[in-house]
């Protein structure tokens, strides 16, 4: 359909007034859209701020990302700052250990070329752990074994590479390690967390703006890093005053940066939350709700009155050969066992399950613990099929209302997780 100006008739355009801007939009003749703002009665301060978001932050922001998305971005630029100027006073120490008197500025050159050529040390060594990661990415990019902690930990040893020049090739090696492992973690999580703030579709722009940002504030930082580098951090003494400050700054942005950050895809820890809320209150919390309840410290999942499931054993140590038919005929259509322990409900899923086969496991496995508590003399297949019959009868509204809240249902990222086939 041609939207362009034909002899006789008059253009195709239009008037649009938000935030004290007046905007002319007109088709053109070859149809594309053209913009031109004709009114701007905003004050000079809110028309940088609003050139400012057009660059770094996606299109239609605020209504295009999720909940938590400016809280992140405020947190990331202090983290890029912080890290860029650690990078700048490390670089320098080494030198120094080296035996050398860099200026600040080559201090800068050869800190970009070190990292450069740690990553590809890093990607070797990390890659065993990109199904983890998946699974666990605002934990992994703070405290995995290639994270954050990692990172400053590299930095704190070329730091103190000074006081033992004798040993500078191990000092700056374990440095530059432990900061290219950190990088690979960094980019490996990054996509996931991306996806997380994704509202319409907009997952490149989200990714193209958060990489201009990253950049800017990283300049900032060297620019930072520098004029320490000249005054304060001139000597080892202060570097050993500046480098815990920043460092503390830089892990206090990182956490807060993942705390802030909507994960939408199910794993574990993730699903007994939903479960155990939803068996509670009747509630189906959305990523947002449960953003602050997630541990970034340690792998705890929430256990109470969700069945103590545990999910991703080997189903060879967790379920007797002569067990296992028997769990399978019980749930014939399903993609999921499970079989009672000791302390705990082990459930193990088919190859291709689904994030909707892991729901349904589960909420069976906590309707069957709260059955078995409450009466015990039904035998285990007893308890199972009617926590099958109550599942069946709430699920259809309970994925429903997960699918609202913006939950991905179709996989379920258990890590390294066995699965298994018949």
């Known amino acids: 359909m041609d ?172 440095g530059n390690f432990a900061k290219g492992m950190a990088v690979v973690a960094a980019r490996a999580t990054r996509l996931p967390i991306y996806s997380s703030f994704a509202k319409e579709g907009n997952l490149s722009d989200l990714f193209a703006k958060g990489e201009a940002f990253s950049t800017l504030f990283n300049v900032v930082g060297i620019g930072v890093g520098i004029q320490l580098a000249s005054t304060i951090c001139a000597s080892i003494q202060g570097k050993l005053v500046a480098g815990p400050l920043l460092s503390i700054i830089h892990l206090y942005s990182v956490s807060e940066e993942m705390r802030a950050t909507p994960i939408n895809t199910l794993n574990p820890r993730r699903t007994a939350m939903v479960v155990a809320d939803f068996l509670k209150a009747g509630i189906v919390s959305s990523p947002a709700d449960l953003r602050y309840r997630d541990n970034l410290l340690f792998n705890v999942q929430v256990k109470e009155d969700t069945g103590n499931v545990r999910v991703g054993k ?45 729901l349904r496991g589960w909420l069976v496995a906590a309707y069957a613990a709260r059955t078995e508590s409450s009466s015990h003399e039904l035998s285990a297949t007893s308890v199972l099929h009617e926590a099958y019959e109550k599942m069946n009868g709430v699920f259809p509204v309970f994925l429903r209302e997960l699918q609202n809240k913006g939950w991905h249902t179709d996989r379920f990222l258990d890590g390294t997780g066995s699965r298994f086939s018949f």
Not at 323 to 331: A, H, M, P, S
């Open 314 to 358: 080997n189903v060879h140590k967790v379920i007797k050969p002569s067990r296992l038919l028997e769990l399978k005929q019980v749930f014939p259509e399903e993609k999921f066992l499970l079989n009672f322990g000791n302390k705990c409900i082990d459930m193990v899923l088919e190859q291709d399950a689904s994030g909707e086969d892991a």
């Open 3 to 174: 939207m362009g100006k034909k002899e006789g008739e008059a253009p195709v355009l239009w008037f649009e007034t938000s935030d004290s801007v007046c905007c002319q939009h007109q088709f053109e003749p070859d149809g594309r859209l053209s913009v031109v703002i004709v009114d701007d009665s905003r004050p000079l301060y809110q028309r940088m701020a609003g050139s400012f978001m057009n660059k770094f932050f996606p299109s239609g922001y605020p209504y295009s990302v999720n909940e938590g998305y400016l809280r992140y971005t405020q947190f990331r630029a202090l983290q890029h700052v912080t890290s860029a100027a650690l990078s700048v006073l490390s670089t320098q120490s080494l030198l120094f250990a080296a035996g050398l008197r860099p200026t600040p500025a080559q201090a800068t050159a050869v800190s970009w070329i070190l990292k450069d050529g740690m990553q590809h040390v890093g990607k070797l060594i990390c890659s065993n752990w990109g199904a983890r990661m998946d699974s666990e990415p605002k934990r992994w990019r703070l405290l995995g074994w290639a994270a954050d902690v990692l990172y400053d930990i590299g930095i704190g040893l070329e730091v103190l590479s000074p006081l033992c020049p004798h040993l500078f090739l191990e000092m700056a090696g374990l």
